[in-house]
């Protein structure tokens, strides 16, 4: 799934100011936290709330969609006209693609898109999990990404800095408003591996020397 945060009240108002209709869009795809139907409608009444506190009252509608990043069948379900702009509940590459469907009217985010990862439940932490590096080397790293999960991004084991299983770069955790609320020292992702690969009887895997990785094949913009 794709992680990302709300961006401040006033910054999407600021992004909204010139216009006098918006679309508020959600997406019912992939993005975490929620941001369908429930969740535009929530950003609807906030605007048209806060920007009539301002004398500048903004006139909102909410929507939702399957998948904003998906361009066929999109023009079936916005319907843009008689608007002026449009906010996108998505992430960036939701919004990019209202952009190139619709080019007769912005859309604006109303996320900042952070990573790929997981949740350890609804609600919950999540987890940067994959950089889509375009080389997966899962297969021999017991399942475990060195590419993301290693915070120097090692290739053939850790660092000197792993002391009792822990990474020595501190993590900061912040809340959805973008204040730390704990500092953690995650697990060595070569800690992980090395125990993993252990545990199936492959240490053989661990053992094995990986070339440096290949940047030269994320090179954006990619394409298939
Ligand atoms: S190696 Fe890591 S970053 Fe690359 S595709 Fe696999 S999980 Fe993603
Ligand atoms: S301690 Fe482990 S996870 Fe942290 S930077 Fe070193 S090798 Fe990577």
Redesign the pocket.
Do not use: D, F, Q, S
């Given at each position: 799934m794709i992680i990302t945060k709300e961006k401040p009240l006033e910054e999407i108002l600021s992004f909204l100011e010139p216009y006098r209709k918006v679309l508020v869009v959600g997406c019912d795809g992939c993005v975490q936290p929620p941001r369908g139907l429930r969740e535009a409608e929530t950003y609807a009444s906030l605007i048209e709330m806060a920007s009539k506190a301002r004398g500048k009252p903004i006139e909102c509608k909410a929507i939702t969609v399957s998948r904003q990043c998906c361009e066929e069948g999109l023009p079936n379900w916005v319907k843009p006209d008689g608007f002026e702009a449009m906010l996108s509940m998505a992430c960036g590459i939701g919004v990019q693609v209202m952009n190139m469907i619709f080019p007769e009217i912005p859309t604006y985010p109303a996320q900042n898109t952070v990573f790929m990862g997981a949740e350890e439940k609804r609600e919950g932490r999540m987890y940067e999990l994959c950089r889509a590096c375009g080389d997966c080397i899962l297969g021999e790293t017991g399942g475990i990404c060195p590419r993301t999960r290693?915070?120097?991004g090692?290739m053939n084991g850790?660092?000197g800095?792993?002391v009792g299983g822990k990474?020595?770069?501190t993590v900061e955790i912040k809340n959805w408003k973008g204040e730390v609320i704990e500092e953690v020292q995650n697990d060595?992702?070569?800690?992980l591996i090395f125990e993993r690969l252990r545990t199936l009887g492959r240490i053989d895997l661990f053992r094995k020397l990986r070339d440096p990785t290949d940047h030269s094949i994320w090179v954006p913009p990619r394409r298939i």
């Open positions: 290693c915070a120097k090692l850790p660092c800095g792993c990474c020595e770069v060595c992702a070569w800690y």
